[in-house]
C-alpha cells in the first residue's frame, strides 16, 4: 500500500504543475429545491474562481436524470457555481463535469497550453483530459441506484455499483472504473475525504493525501472502503500515447468521483 502511494505521488510530482484535478459538490437538496451544485479545480476540499482564459475549457455541469442530461447554469457569486434551471424531484442522480481535451506543454520556462508543434523545445506534453462526477440524493431517504450505476461515456469513468447512501462506514463501496467504456484492471484508486489532508497546498499544487488507495481487479472493479463518514473523493488516473509522437507524448485522462457517507449534511 505505501509502495502504491509513492508511486502515485511521484507520478503526480511529474506533472505537479497542473495536479489541479476536477470534481463537483452538490448542496444538500430536498425536494422541490433548486440544485446547487460547484466544479472544483483546485486543491480538494476548497475551492476557487477558474482563470479566466481556462473557462474554455470546461463544458457546463450536467445534471443526469432518468429523463436524461441537462446542462445547468453557471450563477452564483463565482464561476464555478451552478444551479438546476428548475427544482429537482427527490431521487438519486448524478452531476458531472468535463474538461476538454486540451494540450499541455512545458520547457525551462514553464508550462503552457501548446502542442509540441507550437512549442519546439518542449519536454513533455500531454493532452489533458478530465471528469468528474458527484452522486447527488436529493432528499432524506433517497438511494435509488437507477440513474448512478449507469454510465455516462466519460473516456475515464468510475461507476459505482450502489448508491453510497446504502453504504456504512467500513463497509465496502464497490465501483468500477472503465476506459472508452471497457473495464480498466489494474489501475490504482485513491480516495480521500474532506479533512483529512489540511495542510496548505496552495503554493505546491501537491495531490493531497489519500485515505485509501488499492488496485482494479481484471474486471474494473474495486471496493471503497470508507472509513469515516463526511465528503469524498475518489480518483483515477490513466496515460497512454498520444497517436502522433510528434504533436504530443501522452493522452492523459483524470477522473473523480465524489459521494457522501453517512448523513451529515455537506
Same mark, same amino acid.
Given at each position: 500500500?505505501?509502495?502504491?502511494? %509513492? !508511486?502515485?505521488? %511521484?507520478? !503526480? *510530482?511529474?506533472?505537479?504543475?497542473?495536479?489541479?484535478?476536477? /470534481?463537483?459538490?452538490?448542496?444538500?437538496?430536498?425536494?422541490?429545491? @433548486? %440544485?446547487?451544485?460547484?466544479?472544483?479545480?483546485?486543491? &480538494?476540499?476548497?475551492?476557487?474562481? @477558474?482563470?479566466?482564459?481556462?473557462?474554455?475549457?470546461?463544458?457546463?455541469?450536467?445534471?443526469?436524470?432518468?429523463? =436524461?442530461?441537462?446542462?445547468?447554469?453557471?450563477?452564483?457569486?463565482?464561476?464555478?457555481?451552478?444551479?438546476?434551471?428548475?427544482?429537482? *424531484?427527490?431521487?438519486?442522480?448524478?452531476?458531472?463535469?468535463?474538461?476538454?481535451?486540451? &494540450? /499541455?506543454?512545458?520547457?525551462?520556462?514553464? /508550462?503552457?497550453?501548446?502542442?509540441?508543434?507550437?512549442?519546439? +523545445?518542449?519536454?513533455?506534453?500531454?493532452?489533458?483530459?478530465?471528469?468528474?462526477?458527484?452522486? $447527488?440524493?436529493?432528499?432524506?431517504?433517497?438511494?435509488?441506484?437507477?440513474?448512478?450505476?449507469?454510465?455516462?461515456?466519460?473516456?475515464?469513468?468510475?461507476?459505482? %455499483?450502489?448508491?453510497?447512501?446504502?453504504?456504512? $462506514?467500513?463497509?465496502?463501496?464497490? $465501483?468500477?472504473?472503465?476506459?472508452?467504456?471497457?473495464?480498466?484492471?489494474?489501475?490504482?484508486?485513491?480516495?480521500? #475525504?474532506?479533512?483529512?489532508?489540511?495542510? +496548505?497546498?496552495?503554493?505546491?499544487?501537491?495531490?493531497? !493525501?489519500?485515505? #485509501?488507495?488499492?488496485?482494479?481487479?481484471?474486471?474494473?472493479?474495486?471496493?471503497? @472502503?470508507?472509513?469515516?463518514? =463526511?465528503? /469524498?473523493?475518489?480518483?483515477?488516473?490513466?496515460?497512454?500515447?498520444?497517436?502522433?509522437?510528434? $504533436?504530443?507524448?501522452? @493522452? !492523459?485522462?483524470?477522473?473523480?468521483?465524489? #459521494?457522501?457517507?453517512?448523513?451529515?449534511?455537506?
Amino acid at each position: 500500500m505505501k509502495k502504491t502511494l %509513492l !508511486a502515485v505521488l %511521484l507520478c !503526480a *510530482a511529474t506533472f505537479s504543475a497542473q495536479a489541479h484535478r476536477v /470534481w463537483v459538490s452538490t448542496d444538500h437538496t430536498h425536494g422541490g429545491e @433548486i %440544485l446547487k451544485a460547484e466544479l472544483g479545480y483546485g486543491e &480538494f476540499p476548497e475551492f476557487e474562481p @477558474i482563470a479566466k482564459e481556462r473557462l474554455n475549457i470546461f463544458k457546463p455541469l450536467q445534471l443526469i436524470t432518468e429523463k =436524461g442530461k441537462q446542462n445547468l447554469l453557471q450563477k452564483g457569486m463565482h464561476n464555478y457555481q451552478y444551479q438546476s434551471a428548475k427544482p429537482v *424531484a427527490e431521487g438519486s442522480y448524478l452531476v458531472v463535469a468535463e474538461y476538454q481535451p486540451t &494540450f /499541455w506543454s512545458k520547457n525551462a520556462s514553464g /508550462w503552457k497550453r501548446e502542442s509540441m508543434e507550437q512549442m519546439k +523545445d518542449a519536454t513533455y506534453c500531454e493532452q489533458t483530459r478530465m471528469y468528474g462526477k458527484n452522486i $447527488v440524493n436529493v432528499g432524506h431517504d433517497s438511494a435509488d441506484t437507477a440513474v448512478i450505476t449507469k454510465q455516462v461515456g466519460q473516456m475515464l469513468e468510475i461507476v459505482p %455499483l450502489d448508491n453510497p447512501a446504502n453504504i456504512h $462506514v467500513g463497509e465496502p463501496f464497490k $465501483v468500477k472504473v472503465l476506459l472508452n467504456g471497457e473495464p480498466l484492471p489494474n489501475v490504482t484508486l485513491t480516495a480521500t #475525504f474532506d479533512g483529512f489532508d489540511n495542510s +496548505d497546498r496552495s503554493k505546491t499544487h501537491k495531490v493531497e !493525501a489519500q485515505a #485509501f488507495s488499492d488496485t482494479t481487479a481484471d474486471d474494473g472493479t474495486v471496493s471503497i @472502503i470508507p472509513l469515516r463518514q =463526511g465528503f /469524498w473523493k475518489a480518483n483515477v488516473e490513466h496515460k497512454s500515447d498520444y497517436p502522433d509522437q510528434k $504533436v504530443c507524448q501522452k @493522452i !492523459a485522462n483524470y477522473t473523480t468521483l465524489t #459521494f457522501q457517507v453517512g448523513h451529515s449534511h455537506h
